[in-house]
C-alpha cells in the first residue's frame, strides 16, 4: 500500500552509532576550552554561611570558582518554554544560597583540566548552618514553620471535578486503595552533558543534549540579559532523555560561565550528579475511592494525591495537574474528582517521566481496578471492558474527542492472544514455592499538548538541483527514530527513496519554531506537518512542471521521482530537470514553509498483559511471558514502534520490583549510584511479543498516533497485578521489592 | 610512567600517570571518543573495550595494567570503512536507538563470539549482562547477536 509508510527503517544515523562516530556534547572539544566541575551540597537543608574558595583558586589550572557570591541572584524557572508561560514558579537560582536538597548546586570550578578541576572541588570549604530536614510530603506539610521555600511547603493544590454523581444504586459497593509510587532514576545511558560557549561577538552557543532547544533559549536570554537572536541553542545527540533532559537544568549554569569566561565551558555530569541533581520522576501517593455497581460499572471516583515536588517547583505544577487528566481518557466514569498537594520537601527535585504523570496516576488506577474486580468476582478483563471508552467518547476533562479508541480491542484481542482466560483461572498452587500469576493493565495516553497548550510546528522543505531535498524542522531525535518518522514522511508524499530527503535537526538560529520533544506531540504534530508541507511542496513542482512543459497542471501527476502528463506519460521530467529548469531558466525557487496547527488530542492506547513467576522463599519476582497490545492508528516505521514497546516495558518492569531513589531521615541519597540503583538487564528482561492494532482514523500523518510513552503507562501495574495475583496479595507500595513481598507472604 | 600498548592494530608509546584509567586514555589521550563513560564504576558497561580477547570495563582497567597489551575498540572493528557483520547486524535488527550503550554492547558482543560460536540465547543475554540499556529493551540486540552467531 505504501512506499516507506509502514516499513521498517533503522534509526537515521544507525551507522554512524556503530562505528562510535557520533560526537555526543561529552565526546565534544572545542578550541580554548574549559571543563567544569559541580560542587553540589552534601546536606537536605541549609543555609549557607560562607564559602572559601581561595585554596582552590590557588591551584595552578583553575580559572574560576563559581557560586552564589559571583552569579546572578535572578529567579527562574528551568521548565518554562515560552514567555509568560502559566504554572512556572521562579524559585531557582544559577548558584543558590540555601541549599533545598542533598545535590543542590553550591558552586562549580572552571578549571583548564577536567582533573584539576576535580581536585579543586575538595579545596572549598563551606559552611552551612543546617535546618531541620523536611525529606517526606507528610513532615513537609506539617512542619509549617520550616519553610523550605518562603511561599511555605505547599507548592500548589487543586480540588478538580468532572461529570455529574449519579444515584447509587442500594447494591453498590465502595472500593478504597493507596498506591505510593517512587522516585525514579530516568538512567538514560548518557549523563547530562553541556559545551558553551560565549564569544566576543557576543552572542551564547550552546551545544546541549536537551528536548526542546527554543526553551532553553527563551530560558538563558531572559535569565542572562541577551536578545532571543544572540542564543544559539544546538541539540547535541542524545543519549536517551525519556524526559530527563527536558528542562534546562545546567544550561543556565554552564551558560553563565562562559559569558563570564568569555570562553567554552563543557559541563559533564557524572552517574551519581545525574541520580541526584537533576531530575526524578515524582514521589506520589495516591487513594483511590470508587463506587461501584454489583455489575463492575463504576459509578463515581475520587481521588486524593501527595505530590512530591522536592527542593524545586520545576514543572511539578503541571506534572501533578497531569495526574488528574489521564483516567478519564481510559474510563467512561460518570463523576470523577482529584484533589491533589503538590508540596516541596528537601529530596531531589521531582520533574516530568515518560507519561508526565501517566504511570503516577495509572499504576494506582490499574490496581484499584484489580482490587474492583476481587471484591465483585468479576475477571479483571472483563470489569475492564465494561468501563473503558469506546471510539467517539469525550474525555470529560477536556471535553474533546478521543478520536478512535481502540481499547477495548487492543483488551480484548490480547486477552485471548495471551490465553488470559485459562491462564487467569489456573490459580495459583499454594503448596509450591515458586508461583505464577497473570495480570492485565490498560493505559491512555495523549498525542500533543492540543487542549493545554500551543500547539503547532513550522517546518520548510527546500529542493535541491538534482531533485533531493532539504526538510528543515526543529527536530529533536532521542533515540526513537525521529529523523527516520520524518524522512518517511516526506517520502512517502514526496514519492522519492528515502536517502534523497535531508531531515535536520534543532538549533535554534537555523531551524524553524517548535516546542520540542514532549507530551508524545512529535509524530502526531511534526509528522503531519512534514506531510503537509511535502504535500505543498509536491504542488510547487508540480506548478513548476506546469510551466515548463506548457501544460496545465490538472493533466500532470508526480510518481517516482517524476512529473509526467497522466494521458501521454512518455511526456515526462525527473524532479532533477523540473528543479534545475525551474531555478536556472524560469527564476523560480521550489521551497515551502508551512506551520501545522493541531486542533485534536486523540487518545493513545495500550493493554499489556504480564504473567511472573515469584519465588516465595526469596521474595524475588522473574517476569516469565508479555504482550502488549497497542492502538497505534498506523506504524510509520513498525521496527521502531516495537523498539519503543520493548523499551517501554524495561522500565515498567524496573518501575515495579525494583528502582526507587530512596532518601534516608537526613536526606541523603541511599540508592546514588547503579550498584545499588537497579535496572532491568538482558538475562532478567523477557521476550516481549507486540500486536499492533492500526485502525487509523485520526489527524496525525497517514493515520498514526503515538507510542513511546503510551507504553510505559501500562507495563509496571501489569506486573504488579500479576504478582498479587500469583500470591492473593494486595502489594501496592512501590517498588515491590523481595522484602515487601516476603513480609506480605509472613503476615498471611 | 611509560607504557606501551596496540589499539586497533596501532602501536602507541605514551607516558601518564600510572592510575590514569583505560577510558581516559582511549577518549582524551588517543581521541577514541567511541567508548562512553555512563557510570565509571563497572556497572553499566558503556565502557566495554577489548583487551587480548577479553571484554574488560575501560573505566576500572588502569595505566598499569595495559602494558603490552592488545586493545579493540568500537572504531577497530570495521575494516577499510566496511562493517563488522557485527556492526551490519545491529543496523538491520533495529538494535540501535540512542546509540550510546551500543559501542559497548557491540564489544562484549565481539568479546563472545571470539570466544565461541553459536551461543545460546541464555549466554547471549549473560555475555551482555553487565551491558545496560534504557531505550531497546534489550531483544533486538540480542536477536542481531544471534543473527551472527
Known sequence: MFKHIGHTHPVHDATQKVMGEVIYASDMKLHNMLYAKLLLSPIAHGRILSIDSSRAEKLPGVVKVFSHLNSPDKLYSRYRIIPDQVNCREDERIFTDKVR?????????????????????????????????????EQALENKSVKIHASGNLLYEYDLKYGEKEPLSEDHITIETTTQTQKMHHAAMENHAYMANFDSSGKLTIWSSCQGVYGVRTILADLLNLTYNNVRVIKAPIGGSFGGKQEAIFEPLVAFMSKDLRRPVKLALNREEAIVATMTRPATKSTITTAVSKYGKIKSCDVATLFDA??????????????????????????????????????????????????????????????????????????????????????????????NARIIECLQRGAEAFQWTKRYSRGCVNSSRYKKGVGVACAAHKNGMYGGFPEHSTMTIKMNEDGSFILNGCLHEVGCGTITSIGLIAAEVLDVPLDMITVSEADTENSPYDFGSYGSRVT?????????????????????????????????????????????????????EVATIAKTVNNRDIVVTHTYHGRSNPGAYGAHFAEVEVDSGTGMVKVTDYLAVHDVG??????????????????????????????????????NSFKNYHIVNAPDMPNVRVLLIEAGGDDGPFEAKSIGE????????AVINALNSALGTSLSDMPITPDKILAALNCN | MFIKFKVNGDDYEIDVPPAIRLIDILRDHL???????????????????????????????????????EILTVEGLAEDGKLDALQESFIRNGAVQCGYCTPGMLMAAKALLMERSDPTEDEIRGAISGNLCRCTGYSKIVQAIKDVA
Open chain 1, 101 to 137: 536538597f542533598v545535590g543542590d548546586r553550591v558552586a562549580a570550578v572552571v578549571a583548564r583540566s577536567f582533573d584539576v578541576a576535580v581536585k579543586a572541588i575538595s579545596l572549598i570549604h563551606v559552611q552551612y548552618e543546617k535546618l531541620p530536614a523536611l525529606v517526606t510530603v
Open chain 1, 310 to 403: 522536592g527542593g524545586y517547583a520545576t514543572s511539578s505544577i503541571d506534572n501533578g495537574y497531569a495526574m488528574a487528566k489521564k483516567i478519564s481518557r481510559l474510563y467512561s466514569i460518570p463523576y470523577y474528582s482529584h484533589k491533589c498537594k503538590i508540596v516541596y520537601t528537601n529530596t531531589p527535585v521531582a520533574g516530568g517521566a515518560r507519561g508526565w504523570g501517566g504511570p503516577e496516576i495509572v499504576a494506582p488506577f490499574e490496581i484499584h481496578m484489580d482490587a474492583v474486580a476481587k471484591a465483585l468476582e468479576i475477571d479483571p478483563v472483563e470489569l475492564r471492558v465494561r468501563n473503558l471508552v469506546h471510539p467517539g467518547d469525550v474525555d470529560k476533562a477536556t471535553n474533546f474527542s478521543l478520536g
Open chain 1, 524 to 576: 502526531y504534530i511534526c509528522g503531519e506537518c512534514a506531510r503537509q508541507t511535502a504535500e505543498r511542496v509536491k504542488d510547487r513542482i508540480l506548478e513548476c512542471a506546469s510551466t515548463i512543459m506548457q501544460t496545465p497542471r490538472e493533466y500532470l501527476s508526480a510518481e517516482d521521482g517524476c512529473v509526467f502528463r497522466i494521458d501521454r506519460e512518455q511526456e515526462r521530467l525527473t524532479y532533477r
Open chain 1, 634 to 671: 498506523r506504524a510509520i516505521n513498525p521496527g521502531m514502534v516495537e523498539g519503543q514497546i520493548h523499551g517501554s516495558v524495561q522500565m515498567g518492569i524496573g518501575y515495579a520490583l525494583y528502582e526507587e531513589i530512596k532518601i534516608s531521615g537526613s536526606g541523603k541519597v541511599i540508592d
Open chain 1, 710 to 717: 503510551a507504553a510505559t503507562i501500562p507495563s509496571a501495574p
Open chain 2, 31 to 69: 581521541g577514541l571518543t567511541g567508548t562512553k563513560e555512563g557510570c565509571g564504576e563497572g556497572e553499566c558497561g558503556t565502557c566495554t573495550v577489548i583487551m587480548d580477547s577479553k571484554s574488560v570495563n575501560s573505566c576500572l582497567v588502569i595505566a598499569s595494567q595495559i602494558r603490552g597489551k
